[in-house]
């Protein structure tokens, strides 16, 4: 079964605490994006990446941190740094653009984050 | 001013009515123009996509974009309790802008439908 998945599906953090959220595919995709997702604000990105070894800042980047060590996984850490993390995290994957067509993104089932 | 502009709703209709949802946008670069759906606690997924302006029809939904108007919307008709859902507008650039389909949303609108 191919697709996405994303753990815990329910995380809880104290202030002040880092947490990292996991993200892995097996649908051999080169891009992979993080989203957050906020009553009546819809999905803003956070971070993204092409390749491994390398990922670029979203809309919304401050007070997290990701990785991408390997083309499967993508797991993104809420930092402390982070003054507003409660939210729905989704993570989603795609390949690059062919012509004719849009690089559809599959999502994973995301993550509730709650702060204490 | 946010690039995608979508009413989040809720909209309420009864079974068997047409579902009307819409986006604006600000960005005339955008070629591609999707809509997602998704079930609450859940991720969102791919319902159709558009490519620049005209109507799109799969089964019961109807996609429509102008883009002179930069107005894009989604119709249902039919509507099923099994349609109740957040519907997102999803927009991106052509080739030559965005290769890699970075994708600018809408809040979502929360339609329900009532049996």
């Known amino acids: 079964d191919g697709g996405i998945t994303q753990s815990p599906k329910y995380l809880f953090r104290k202030e002040g605490q880092n947490v990292t959220l996991s993200c892995e595919q097996n649908?051999?995709?080169?891009?992979m994006y993080w989203y957050r997702q906020d009553p009546g604000q819809g999905l803003r990105l956070i971070y993204y990446?092409?390749?491994?070894?390398?990922?670029q800042k979203g809309d919304i980047a401050e007070g997290y941190s990701v990785s991408r060590e390997k083309k499967e996984s993508f797991p993104l850490t809420v930092t402390s740094a982070q003054k507003n993390p409660t939210a729905f995290y989704l993570c989603?994957?795609?390949?690059?653009?062919?012509?004719?067509?849009?690089?559809?993104?599959?999502f994973g089932p995301g993550t509730r984050l709650t702060v204490l | 001013q946010k690039e995608v502009e979508q009413d989040p709703g809720p909209l309420s209709v009864p079974e068997g009515a047409i579902v009307s949802l819409n986006c604006t946008y600000s960005?005339?670069?955008?070629?591609?123009f999707m809509w997602y759906r998704q079930y609450s606690r859940k991720g969102p997924e791919l319902l159709m996509y558009?490519?620049?302006?005209g109507n799109k029809e799969d089964g019961r939904f109807t996609a429509q974009v102008d883009k002179s108007s930069k107005y894009i919307s989604l119709f249902i008709r039919d509507s099923q309790p099994s349609d109740s859902a957040t519907y997102l507008c999803?927009?991106?650039?052509?080739?030559?802008?965005?290769?890699?389909?970075?994708?600018?949303f809408g809040a979502g609108t929360q339609v329900v439908v009532t049996p």
């Open positions: 558009t490519y620049s302006s």
């Open positions: 960005n005339s670069a955008f070629q591609y």
């Open positions: 989603a994957s795609s390949t690059p653009r062919r012509a004719g067509g849009p690089a559809e993104q599959f």
């Open positions: 999803a927009m991106s650039g052509g080739m030559t802008t965005d290769s890699w389909g970075k994708l600018q």
């Open positions: 990446s092409q390749i491994v070894n390398d990922f």
């Open positions: 649908l051999n995709h080169d891009a």
